[in-house]
């Protein structure tokens, strides 16, 4: 009698459990489902109160005032005029005043899984570029290893570039890695770090760019070493704690591209490739507005 008392307490804890876990996700999907339509004062309010964190640019002007002024002092003539020359393309295609006009938002932990697949679709610029069908043209023939590779499906709550991953080589299956929190191509059932093909990266998104990253003082080896650091995290878990890009365990997408160049370059000469290098976590856009980071190619 005893036993199976035990046994009906432990399945009523267990009920109880799924229960509160049930009616937590349930929370989070709805928050999120209605994150995007709140007026910004309320959006400030209660996504505070769960734990979201709301993503900064530099307090600049312009793409330029993002280069430290001892770069360009130090830097060879050629160096620095790639970096101009990166700053103004920038500019250009995506003016800063608007760049840093996006509300970007990184969601508490519980919330991440269900953000990550939720997106506004970009009706004003799915008008001028694409149709929103999940299809692009980006020329991955031009792509070297270590280059950064960024899509855009529609804004997110972290903002414009939704997802990140690392070109390795080659055009075949192991082409390109990324940590995604869905099932990959191979039919793994547990997010984390994967080989994906460049087909994911052109008929998967509307938008992708290919961007190579600056390594001065530092040779340029160090995108090929960033790839293959990427390489041995594969089969790690997907971190859905965004605001903590320390992690060594686990990785989402920008963090696994901005930790290739960071933990392994030298102590005494970062490659740091986040617009916000004081920051503990890593978004898209953060990639896209480094001063390290150019574009080699992008299309819709």
């Not at 089969?235 to 320390?246: D, E, H, I, R, V």
Request: net charge negative.
């Amino acid at each position: 009698m005893r036993k199976l008392m035990v046994l009906f307490l432990a399945m009523l804890v267990s009920f109880t459990l799924v229960a509160r876990e049930r009616r937590g996700m349930d929370d989070s999907l709805k928050f999120v489902e209605k994150f995007f339509s709140l007026p910004s004062q309320q959006k400030e309010e209660l996504a505070t109160e769960r734990g979201w964190v709301k993503v900064e640019i530099p307090y600049v002007n312009s793409y330029f005032d993002m280069v430290p002024q001892k770069i360009l002092k130090e830097a060879p003539d050629e160096v620095r005029e790639k970096i101009m020359e990166a700053a103004e393309e920038k500019e250009a295609e995506f003016p800063f005043k608007e760049f840093n006009s996006i509300e970007r938002w990184i969601p508490s932990p519980q919330d991440m899984p269900f953000a990550i697949n939720y997106y506004i679709p970009d009706k004003e610029t799915d008008s001028k570029f694409g149709n929103g069908d999940g299809v692009n043209s980006c020329d991955f023939s031009v792509a070297k290893k270590g280059d950064v590779l960024l899509v855009h499906n529609g804004f997110v709550a972290w903002g414009w570039h939704a997802h990140a991953g690392i070109f390795y080589g080659g055009s075949g299956v192991y082409a390109t890695i990324e940590s995604n929190a869905n099932q990959n191509y191979f039919g793994d059932p547990h997010p984390g770090v994967h080989f994906e093909p460049i087909s994911h990266w052109n008929n998967d998104y509307d938008f992708c760019r290919i961007m190579r990253v600056i390594t001065w003082p530092l040779s340029h080896s160090y995108r090929a070493k960033a790839a293959e650091y990427a390489r041995q995290q594969l089969g790690k878990l997907y971190n859905f704690n965004w605001l903590w890009k320390w992690r060594t365990d686990r990785f989402y997408c920008s963090q696994l591209v901005w930790a290739g160049y960071y933990r392994t370059s030298k102590w005494y000469a970062r490659i740091n490739i986040d617009a916000n290098p004081a920051d503990t976590w890593v978004a898209p856009d953060e990639l896209y507005a480094s001063w390290r980071t150019w574009t080699v190619t992008s299309s819709w």
